[in-house]
């Protein structure tokens, strides 16, 4: 079965189409973060249900993952770690302003950790990769890439507090009060440090102009 | 999103933009595949240690997957993985439907572009359900049935998922999966995966497909949280009602075939052995037999893979557990190119010491040959 392809949902409670974004069967609510809630009562119930919570956040948490390691199959692993500690550790979830999503960062987030204390070799978000900004190919969409590349050497640059941060935001799609509950700080220090990372981006980035 | 101070010029808008750009890695399928399999395991390995301690649940989805667990209890095997899965699309025509359930490929989609057009209608209690297409091989059965309310009672979703079917001789196709998706209230598309019963022969066959119930999606009256006095516990509450059937086809179809084969061969690591003792090739998937020995901690094991031949790689999707520690695992499609050389090349097998779950890295590497 095209099992990737297809949508999984509780029946009649949520579909999941081409984006991120729940909807209802009626109905599109894509800031509604209630839909994640009634998933993680059903899959207490039946971990079949557990499915759609993957699918759903599969991207987010890889995309974190991969920000943070650097590389595609440590990012995987710990991703398909993250949601089988996930799924074990789903009794002693408890419904939080931050969200389910924050919540499985928060797991992504300290296996990661795990892993580059088991691993210290373990490299982040590219530091290196400036040096290879002169592949060929169509001008726009090598500038698109040698901008992308550069963001994320910086980002890398940043320092760690900073940089999850930024990563959580960008890469995991949280909010500010999201990432705060990932990293252990209020939504208002959160706001300070993506500031400052922002503003430390913005100016050696602009540098880079 | 919501910027914080300092952020709100023009550049910064920019460097939003080209941080998301930055950042959005694309999961390669490989590394996808992989993960996917690891916790489709855990959760097939968390759904046997939620009943083995006696929880049952009261939804809908609980009701159906365990009323297949049943079916494959009788048949003296537990059927492990699988899904129950309701789509999206409301209003895109029920062709367009299928055709969005079925996937760009993979054994749906090789199912669907093989399938016999049925078009046989029975209507009971205003409500007429069609099967519309059917393919049946070696391994798999795939029956797409539409549910349309005649009387268009006001309901917000319907569906028919619990499709049974047996061939002639009465030997039952194994549910394993069913997806429903709407086409406004009153109507939708289902489409039910079966595994084929063992002995079905290529040719003609007549089977008798039943499908014992509608289910309606009614949300006028709310959960019982909000319905104070309601005596159910909300885990039992749920918007869906079923409509007691049945409705009954009788459905001549030609089977397609397969190829099986019994390598007999194994592979060893780490004192744990893994002997491959069949292999079935059909058009639309790859099952086999593999039994795990000499494991630390015993138990039973899914394992954690892929079949290849000719160059193409053919994830195992699914495992059933059956007697003797035997386990079938099917893959994510098939083909008619069967003669040479295959491996299964298993990474990781994935079981359970009664109270966690227990990995074992391989791989473990199995050639054979098929016609």
Do not use: C
């Amino acid at each position: 079965m095209q099992d990737a392809a297809v949508t999984t949902a509780v029946p009649g409670e949520l579909s999941r189409t081409g984006d991120d974004r729940p909807r209802t069967a009626e109905t599109t609510r894509p800031d509604d973060a209630s839909p994640d809630e009634a998933v993680v009562a059903a899959a207490r119930t039946d971990p079949a249900a557990f499915r759609l919570l993957y699918e759903r956040h599969w991207t987010a948490v890889y995309r974190y993952l991969r920000a943070r390691t650097g590389r595609d199959a440590d990012a995987a692993d710990l991703a398909a770690t993250t949601f089988e500690r996930a799924l074990v550790g789903l009794a002693g979830y408890r419904s939080e302003p931050s969200g389910f999503r924050a919540w499985l960062l928060r797991i992504a987030r300290n296996a990661a950790i795990d892993a580059s204390r088991r691993h210290r070799a373990t490299e982040p978000i590219e530091a290196s990769s400036l040096i290879a900004l002169s592949e060929p190919g169509p001008e726009g969409r090598v500038l698109a890439a040698e901008r992308s590349r550069e963001l994320r050497a910086l980002v890398a640059g940043l320092p760690d507090a900073q940089r999850d941060a930024v990563v959580l935001r960008y890469g995991g799609g949280l909010g500010a009060r999201e990432i705060g509950s990932v990293i252990g700080k209020s939504e208002a220090a959160t706001q300070k440090l993506l500031t400052r990372a922002l503003a430390r981006l913005k100016e050696s980035y602009r540098d880079h102009d | 999103m919501t910027m914080t101070e300092g952020s709100t010029t023009g550049s910064a808008t920019e460097l939003d933009r080209d941080l998301f750009d930055a950042l959005a890695f694309a999961p390669p399928p490989a590394a996808t595949a992989a993960a996917t399999q690891r916790v489709a395991a855990a959760i097939v390995l968390a759904s046997t240690m939620h009943e083995r301690r006696g929880h049952r649940s009261n939804g809908f989805l609980a009701r159906l997957v365990l009323s297949i667990r049943g079916t494959a209890r009788r048949r003296r095997a537990v059927a492990l993985l699988f899904a129950v899965l309701i789509l999206g699309g409301a209003g895109r025509g029920l062709l367009g439907l299928y055709e969005g359930m079925v996937g760009p490929e993979g054994s749906a989609r090789t199912a669907w572009d093989r399938a016999t057009i049925v078009g046989a209608s029975q209507t009971h209690d205003g409500y007429r359900v069609t099967i519309e297409r059917a393919y049946a091989d070696a391994n798999v059965l795939m029956l797409a049935i539409s549910v349309h309310d005649l009387q268009n009672r006001g309901w917000t979703q319907v569906s028919a998922m619990g499709a049974t079917a047996t061939d002639e001789r009465g030997d039952s196709f194994a549910g394993s999966m069913s997806m429903s998706s709407p086409d406004g209230p009153s109507v939708a598309a289902n489409v039910a995966w079966f595994t084929s019963p063992p002995g079905l022969t290529p040719g003609q066959h007549t089977l008798s497909i039943s499908v014992p119930a509608v289910s309606v999606r009614d949300t006028s009256t709310p959960p019982p949280a909000e319905s104070p006095g309601v005596a159910t516990g909300e885990d039992s509450w749920t918007p869906w009602h079923e409509v007691a059937g049945p409705w009954r086809f009788t459905v001549p179809l030609t089977v397609g075939g397969g190829s099986m084969v019994h390598p007999q061969s194994s592979a060893s690591v780490g004192g744990t052995e893994v002997r491959l003792t069949e292999v079935t090739v059909s058009p639309a998937s790859v099952t086999g037999t593999i039994a795990v020995s000499g494991a630390a901690g015993g138990g039973q094991w899914l394992p954690v893979g892929q079949v290849e031949h000719a160059g193409h790689t053919y994830a195992l999707h699914s495992g059933v557990l059956g007697p003797d520690a035997a386990i079938t695992f099917q893959a994510s499609d098939g083909t008619t190119q069967t003669s040479g050389e295959w491996t299964l090349r298993i990474n990781e097998l994935v079981g359970s010491d009664g109270t966690q779950q227990v990995r074992l890295a391989g791989p473990w590497v199995l050639t054979f040959w098929m016609p």
